[in-house]
């Protein structure tokens, strides 16, 4: 069974300073499918990014970028410029190809500090 | 557009209560499923289903029921409420095929005294 670890309980960051998110995953398939999940304090899940296991370029989007060592079984999220908004739990999040089910990491709680 | 509607937002139930969770969604998504989310585990998949009448177990299925009998509707069943069921739950669903994310609803929040 696939498994996903995000070993940061807690991570915090300045205003405008860039913090990275770590996530590794283990797994056996080649055909697969990683996201990152933002939750605020509303508990909304919104997803943040996505990138294809068969992609070797990182996927950004916007501020929000992934560093994706398929190899290594690492998939980083970088945010930039970081905002008071950005806080909240961040979720990775696996996905086999073909198969309908997500598995998640514990999730990592980011504070901004102004 | 609504998205993934789920009610209600919150519920306190006694042990050895039943109750239903309601969750619709109108993307016309194929693939529905119910997690529950505790502190330190992130989200545990419960139930799930790929299509009308069609539903599996996921991780964590005990205590919990699911039918789907249209596209749009997934109700989670809580059977005999017990305390361990204390969690917030979420409902999501997605587009078959391969590699879409999921839309969220905005979860319910159990407490079972």
Redesign the interface.
Same mark, same amino acid.
């Given at each position: 069974a696939q498994t %996903?670890t995000?070993s940061q309980?807690e991570m915090s960051v300045q205003e405008a300073e860039t913090v990275t998110l770590s996530c590794t995953y283990d797994t056996s398939e080649s055909?697969y499918?990683l996201?990152w999940y933002k939750q605020p304090p509303?508990?909304?899940?919104i997803?943040v990014i996505?990138q294809?296991a068969y992609k070797q370029q990182n996927a950004t989007e916007n501020r929000f970028s992934v560093n994706f060592q398929k190899a290594a079984k690492s998939f980083s999220l970088k945010i930039s410029d970081s905002q008071l908004g950005d806080a909240a739990m961040y979720?990775c999040a696996y996905?086999s190809?073909?198969a309908?089910?997500? %598995?998640?990491?514990?999730?990592t709680r980011l504070t901004i500090n102004p | 557009n609504a998205g993934v509607t789920q009610t209600p937002k919150f519920q306190v139930l006694k042990t050895g209560q039943s109750m239903t969770l309601q969750c619709a969604q109108d993307m016309n998504h194929e693939y529905m499923s119910w997690y529950r989310q505790d502190p330190g585990m992130g989200l545990r998949l419960i139930h799930y289903s790929v299509g009308a009448g069609i539903t599996d177990q996921g991780e964590v299925p005990n205590g919990y029921n699911v039918s789907r009998s249209t596209t749009e509707d997934f109700p989670l069943r809580l059977l005999s409420a017990a305390p361990s069921q204390t969690s917030v739950y979420f409902c999501a669903s997605t587009r078959a095929g391969t590699g879409y994310g999921y839309t969220f609803g905005s979860g319910t929040r159990l407490t079972v005294v």
């Open positions: %996903v995000q309980p055909d499918y996201f509303s508990r909304q899940m997803l996505r294809e979720f996905r190809g073909g309908q089910k997500l %598995v998640f990491g514990q999730g | -």
